[in-house]
């Protein structure tokens, strides 16, 4: 099976499987922002990264970034209780909040490109970091506001070169 | 009569989550078990005993297809009805489910009253 998946199909598909999960498991409003592409990795980062890879006949990655007060906010949603700082369960939380918006939106993708595999989510959490996906070299990177706060969801899929190498390759790197 | 219910799910966050969603559905919930994987779950099943179980699909070690291929092969096991709770969403792997014995499927995100329902209709 073979297909295409143009930016527009990306943002509607992240938007869409985002605005599922606010609407039936966080009960948190999201207004999306406007989204854009990158072609750099993002700037010294402070707050919580989730991040998920896909791989199969087409490989990528996703990116869930927002700030510590975000993040405390999202695991309280989820798990309906409080955090007044990031702890385990906010990690564990903002994991399954990738695990379940990238997990979607590769099922999505499914129809039109085949079976595709989704990693376990890697999740940093600290103070001026940066991420770094080997060979990706477009984001598609779709903003979101939930109350005061922000979130990013940054997304790149591709067709795989077939070798084991390369999806290694797109392994999160995290450069402290 | 109490329920034993074992959850599967490598993560945390969704085991307190569906423990919360079987407490409000005001099912007569005996013990929960929860295990982080199909081997974990396999583990703990020797020494309990239990009258349903709510499972990921893909987890570490041991995925939830295999469990449950496991299970229903197992004369212990082979009549207790699992659900699977999972993001996966591919026709294949849902059907695999299905064809091995799966008693009912629920994706993730899900509402409370979505896990609910298909309980109703199997406990």
């Known amino acids: ?176 | 009569m109490a329920l034993d219910v074992m959850i599967v799910d490598d993560s945390a966050a969704i085991r307190k989550i569906l423990h919360r969603v079987l407490v409000q559905a005001e099912v007569p919930l005996g013990q929960v078990h929860e295990a982080c994987d199909g081997k974990d779950a396999l583990e703990k099943l020797k020494s309990a005993k239990v009258g349903l179980i709510l499972s990921d699909i893909n987890m570490p070690n041991m995925d939830g297809i295999e469990l449950l291929n496991r299970l229903k092969t197992d004369e212990n096991f082979k009549s207790v009805p699992i659900v699977m709770v999972t993001t996966e969403g591919s026709q294949a792997k849902v059907l695999q489910a299905l064809e091995l014995g799966a008693a009912g499927y629920v994706r993730k995100p899900f509402t409370a009253e979505q896990i609910q329902e298909k309980l109703a209709g199997i406990i």
Request: aromatic share 6%; with cysteine; charged share 20%.
């Open chain 1, 1 to 176: 099976m073979s297909g295409t998946i143009s930016p527009e199909d990306i943002i509607a598909t992240v938007t869409q499987a985002t605005e599922d999960l606010f609407s039936t498991m966080l009960n948190l409003p999201l207004e999306k922002l406007e989204p854009h592409t990158a072609t750099s990795e993002p700037p010294g980062t402070d707050g919580v990264v989730a991040l998920v890879g896909i791989g199969g006949s087409w490989t990528g990655s996703g990116r869930i970034a927002c700030d510590k007060q975000a993040a405390c906010k999202l695991a309280g949603a989820l798990l309906m209780s409080s955090y007044p700082e990031v702890d385990e369960e906010v990690l564990d939380a903002m994991a399954e909040v990738a695990n379940m918006i990238i997990g979607n939106v590769k099922t999505n993708f499914e129809t039109q490109l085949g079976p595709l595999g989704l990693s376990v989510p890697t999740v940093v959490f600290g103070r001026n970091y940066h991420t770094r996906s080997a060979g990706v070299q477009n984001w598609m990177v779709i903003p979101f506001r939930t109350g005061e706060d922000h979130i990013e969801i940054r997304f790149c899929l591709m067709p795989s070169q077939t070798s084991q190498s390369r999806i290694e390759r797109l392994r999160p790197q995290v450069v402290a």
